[in-house]
């Protein structure tokens, strides 16, 4: 089975200011998918980021971007320019569909607060 | 378009009360899920369907049933509640790929969540 360690519970940042989240997972496989979902308050469960892990080159989206080290099974999430928009609960997930079809498995998450 | 559409939002039931939360897409994906989310659990998968007329258990699929008549609706009944049961619940749904990896470009479209508590 797979998984996923965030070890970061709790993370704070000034606006503008960039911070990273860790994430690590243990896996098997050699084909995977990795992604990294947003929780603001209000519940939402919103797409942030996704990799292939048949790609080297780490996934970018506008201020958010990875660093994907596959030999390490390490997945951080790089956040630029932090804005108060940004304070939510951060997810990192895992699917591997040879194994577990469109599952993801999630951590637990990292709670970011951006402050002013 | 709508997307994942959960009803309702927020439900307390009794213990051993009945009830079926509703999940509806409009996007024609045929895979389909449910995940609950406790405090400083992350989310776990349920069940699943990844088609009309089939279902399949997740990682906690005790007490709870399901069902996929349509390619549209995937609802989940809880026949006797629990207080253990106390979640925030979440559907979601994909497109299915055609191949392992290369056409996947579809990840999970959630839902806005059930808040459910059990007495």
């Known amino acids: 089975a797979q998984t996923v360690t965030q070890s970061q519970p709790e993370m704070s940042v000034q606006e503008a200011e960039t911070v990273t989240l860790s994430c690590t997972y243990d896996t098997s496989e050699n084909n995977y998918y990795l992604f990294w979902y947003k929780q603001p308050p209000s519940r939402q469960m919103i797409l942030v980021i996704r990799?292939?892990?048949?790609?080297?080159q780490n996934a970018t989206e506008n201020r958010f971007s990875v660093n994907f080290q596959k030999a390490a099974k390490s997945f951080s999430l790089k956040i630029s320019d932090s804005q108060l928009g940004d304070t939510a609960m951060y997810f990192c997930?895992?699917?591997?569909?040879?194994?577990?079809?469109?599952?993801?498995?999630f951590g637990k998450g990292t709670s970011l607060l951006v402050t002013p | 378009n709508a997307g994942v559409t959960q009803t309702p939002k927020f439900q307390v039931l009794k213990t051993g009360q009945s009830m079926t939360l509703q999940c509806a897409q409009d996007m024609n994906h045929e895979y389909m899920s449910w995940y609950r989310q406790d405090p400083g659990m992350g989310l776990r998968l349920i069940h699943y369907?990844?088609?009309?007329?089939?279902?399949d258990q997740g990682e906690v699929p005790n007490g709870y049933n399901v069902s996929r008549s349509t390619t549209e609706d995937f609802p989940l009944r809880l026949l006797s509640a629990a207080p253990s049961q106390t979640s925030v619940y979440f559907c979601?749904?994909?497109?299915?790929?055609?191949?392992?990896?290369?056409?996947?470009?579809?990840?999970?479209?959630f839902g806005n969540g059930t808040r459910l508590t059990v007495t």
């Open positions: 990799q292939e892990a048949y790609k080297q």
């Open positions: 369907s990844v088609g009309a007329g089939i279902t």
């Open positions: 997930a895992f699917m591997n569909l040879a194994n577990s079809g469109y599952a993801l498995n």
């Open positions: 979601a749904s994909s497109e299915v790929a055609s191949g392992l990896y290369s056409s996947y470009n579809s990840p999970l479209h």
